[in-house]
């Protein structure tokens, strides 16, 4: 049977934060959902343009001045940016069913401080102005500053850069599963990647397969953590074959890293410390570690066994970003947890050089970003503004003053470094019209959706299986939709001869992705109720000590 909906028992059990998500509430049964006769917007925006887009218009053949040019992942689904006023909004057309529980399940997670894409809206009862039926669109908005992993490796990167998005993968998987998540469809398609000093920080971005527990089996884990091995080698063979890869990498090896990675992670946060009465040292050994990885502990549960020889520590709720709040909390930046620990390190650099370690860090950190922050990203030329985020460039110009100053053998004033860095780094975080171009027609090749032909399936209504097929082979040569050419599109027409859209066509649809693919049965191990939730650390942490001595090395002439 279809798992689709949290069934009392389990919902009672819930964080409570995530049953009230949302007024939108799926059923298991997709007989007794009806679709609204007329337009119909649940909505967390209040922006007035959401209503003045063209929902009686197929996703695909929207006007192109509405779309905004960015990199689309691979989907299965018509998937479109859209510009509606100051903002940036994915669209998705996806049946009703499908659009409303991922809607569901976004809001859930969105509750949960978990890093997800944040969902603005799903949008039902969409009919042409002739009254034919359009699916429904499920809108979140656009992640600024991220990228899909395809479009990472258009671009000049590390060797590396494939582990260090595992890394960031088995974070986000980890966090996930923590707060009850079964995903169902791991893989890096289903991710975007955000910078994050050295390493990148994942968000899910799909989650029509996925499900929220109260807690979950290992049975459940392990069969996310080995589709999630499958896929991700299959994604970076599918890269090595378009030379994308670099040529060391091992697909196969770094399948496995993600194993290794997980279960390195999930054991640092759940495993149960054991230590003699004389050694309570080792307790804050144990929160000094999980903060050096990023975790912030709010609560730990400590017991004495029988005989009283022995304590059992663990900790019990582990929440997300340690170094970030910290940061947030002196200077107000929000920013992803690597980038906070570089920014700290260099704001402890600075109050070092300026000899102001008996005044309060709170008045210190306000001169630095008055005198050294600020001053530094004002630098950021406006057409890279929104290529990059602030703290990822004073990062970067950080790590480049720090080379030219080893290479020249004495400091490099600030302002230099920025120029310098301008000139020859800066540019790699341009994707060229070519790159994109190949980006998104090959995120359109794997649709299935019928919306992208709409229009030519209507316009060939009644004249036959032959005619439709002719009409086919002229648009996989020939015809341009919405702005894009569909002889790269890769789209399977599967409207019903004579243009109907009734039954058939939905069940097409619903084979295709619509319909949530049925849970596998689970070994119901360890099944008991854990309260760890909202955890989160960086991908990669190696060059931590690295960065301590570049900043020293920075400040110690200013």
Known sequence: ??????????????????????????????????????????????????????????????????????????????????????????????TQRVAEREYELLR??????????????????????EGEPLEAM??????????????LFARNLRPDTAE????????????????????????????????????FSAFLVDAETGDLHASLTDGQREYDIDLARTNIIGELMDLDSGNLLAGEVDEVGVGNRLVDRYHSLWSALTDVDSFDPDEMWKIERRVNRLNDL??????????????????????????????????????GLDVQENQARRLLNDLDAYRASTWRQGEDLEIVATDWMREVFEPTVRMIPPEYRSQIEPAQFFHEVLTHRWLMAEKAGHDVPMAEAVQSYISESLPEYRLDSEDMKTI?????????DDEMSWQDAHAQAGQGKQAAGDRTDKDANSHDVGGHDAAHSGVTDQTNVGGEAGAGTQKDRDRAG????????????????????????????????????QDDAVWASS
């Open 514 to 549: 619509g319909e949530v693919p049925s849970q596998p049965a689970f070994e119901d191990a360890n099944g008991g109720r854990s309260s760890l939730r909202s955890v989160y650390a960086p991908g990669s942490l190696d060059a931590a000590a690295d960065e301590d001595d």
């Open 294 to 331: 990023g975790f912030d502990v709010d609560e730990l549960e400590m017991k004495t066994e029988e005989d009283g020889n022995r304590v059992l520590v663990r900790p019990r709720v582990v929440d997300a970003g340690y170094a970030s709040r910290k940061l947030l909390r002196l200077t």
């Open 440 to 448: 998104n027609e090959e995120a359109d090749a794997g649709v299935v």
């Open 1 to 94: 049977m279809t798992s689709v909906n949290i069934n009392r028992a389990t919902a009672s059990s819930l964080d409570p934060r995530a049953l009230k998500a949302t007024s939108i509430k799926t059923t298991a049964d997709p007989s007794s959902e009806q679709e609204p006769a007329a337009l119909h917007i649940t909505a967390t925006s209040s922006n007035p343009r959401m209503f003045t887009l063209p929902w009686e218009r197929p996703l695909a053949t929207w006007p192109r001045d509405l779309l905004a040019n960015l990199p689309r992942g691979i989907s299965r689904h018509v998937v479109r940016f859209v510009h509606v006023g100051d903002d940036v909004y994915a669209m998705k057309e996806i």
């Open 138 to 151: 499920l809108v979140t908005q656009h992640l600024k500053f991220s990228l899909p992993y395809r479009a």
């Open 164 to 199: 260090r998005l595992i890394d960031a993968l088995a974070v986000l998987l980890v966090r996930l599963h923590l707060a009850g998540f079964y995903w169902g469809d791991v893989s890096l398609s289903n991710v975007l990647f955000l910078r994050d000093a050295d390493a």
């Open 108 to 129: 859930k997670l969105q509750k949960l401080e978990l890093p997800t894409v944040n969902p603005v809206a799903v949008v039902t009862g969409r009919h042409t102005r």
